[in-house]
């Protein structure tokens, strides 16, 4: 394990990686594919908390800087991560997963609030909690919403699956000869802007000490070989 004794995670998945080859919007196929990744690392007898982005159907900065208010934006971007905790709650049902969303805005016909010790009891069951809406508030990121649910549900480490395979000194798309840390403390990160999670983030998680794990989860089977010490991944943590 790559956390020793991590018994409770939390993924956090950028709403991106639900669009699969798509430009935009949500791929089924996709979405199952995720599923199973989540399946499996719970079939190793972790408890799982997720929480997804909104960024592949709608982001409050896109639309500010298009002359949208801010606030009203970033209530579309915390609708838009419902949209995909549902999505991904059917494709873990169908695999015979069982599942609760609760969300920060609260959406009675389709989902629970935000409820802590209830979802303390879906993990006890057993059940994958999917927690939407992040924080609930605008001028937060889903990535806030992760190390605060992290937090507050007590996970070992915060598992950040996205399109790349860890974090760099520079951006790797644009610089071939960019380096990716094996680990990295929470200060460096900060210090240097690292693209890792938004600042609120990395910081909350630095004064909870939890872990973040950065990882691709575009390759099948990686989460699981990340969670065992196989995979490629960085570590954000207290000491490098
Ligand atoms: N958002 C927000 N408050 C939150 C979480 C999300 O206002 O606590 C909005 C914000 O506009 C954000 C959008 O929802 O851009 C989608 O979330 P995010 O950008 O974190 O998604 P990701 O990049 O992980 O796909």
Redesign the pocket.
Same mark, same amino acid.
């Given at each position: 394990m790559i956390v020793p004794s991590a018994r409770r995670i939390l993924l956090k998945l950028?709403?991106?990686v639900l669009m699969g080859n798509q430009q935009f919007g949500i791929d089924p196929a996709t979405v199952a594919e995720l599923a199973q990744e989540v399946k499996d690392a719970k079939d190793t007898g972790l408890e799982i908390c997720l929480v997804i982005? #909104?960024?592949?159907i /709608?982001?409050?900065?896109a639309g500010a800087a298009q002359g949208m208010d801010r606030a009203q934006?970033?209530y579309m971007?915390?609708l838009?991560?419902i949209m995909n905790a549902l999505a991904m709650q059917n494709a873990l049902e169908q695999l015979g997963v069982s599942t609760r969303v609760q969300s920060a805005i609260q959406m009675d016909a389709v989902c629970e609030p935000v409820i802590r010790r209830r979802a303390e009891r879906h993990l006890e069951k057993g059940r994958v909690v999917i927690f939407a809406a992040?924080? #609930?508030?605008?001028? /937060?990121?889903?990535?806030?919403?992760a190390a605060l649910r992290a937090a507050e549900m007590k996970c070992d480490v915060l598992m950040k699956g996205t399109s790349v395979d860890g974090v760099y000194d520079s951006d790797p798309k644009k610089n071939p000869e960019a380096s990716r840390f094996g680990t990295v403390t929470y200060d460096r990160v900060l210090a240097d802007n690292l693209k890792v999670m938004d600042a609120s983030a990395v910081a909350l998680c630095r004064d909870n000490a939890i872990p973040i794990v950065v990882f691709s989860i575009r390759e099948k089977g990686n989460l699981a070989r990340v969670l065992t010490g196989e995979g490629v991944q960085t570590i954000v943590k207290e000491e490098a």
């Amino acid at each position: 394990m790559i956390v020793p004794s991590a018994r409770r995670i939390l993924l956090k998945l950028s709403g991106e990686v639900l669009m699969g080859n798509q430009q935009f919007g949500i791929d089924p196929a996709t979405v199952a594919e995720l599923a199973q990744e989540v399946k499996d690392a719970k079939d190793t007898g972790l408890e799982i908390c997720l929480v997804i982005g #909104g960024g592949n159907i /709608f982001r409050g900065m896109a639309g500010a800087a298009q002359g949208m208010d801010r606030a009203q934006a970033d209530y579309m971007g915390m609708l838009a991560t419902i949209m995909n905790a549902l999505a991904m709650q059917n494709a873990l049902e169908q695999l015979g997963v069982s599942t609760r969303v609760q969300s920060a805005i609260q959406m009675d016909a389709v989902c629970e609030p935000v409820i802590r010790r209830r979802a303390e009891r879906h993990l006890e069951k057993g059940r994958v909690v999917i927690f939407a809406a992040g924080v #609930g508030s605008p001028y /937060f990121t889903t990535d806030s919403g992760a190390a605060l649910r992290a937090a507050e549900m007590k996970c070992d480490v915060l598992m950040k699956g996205t399109s790349v395979d860890g974090v760099y000194d520079s951006d790797p798309k644009k610089n071939p000869e960019a380096s990716r840390f094996g680990t990295v403390t929470y200060d460096r990160v900060l210090a240097d802007n690292l693209k890792v999670m938004d600042a609120s983030a990395v910081a909350l998680c630095r004064d909870n000490a939890i872990p973040i794990v950065v990882f691709s989860i575009r390759e099948k089977g990686n989460l699981a070989r990340v969670l065992t010490g196989e995979g490629v991944q960085t570590i954000v943590k207290e000491e490098a």
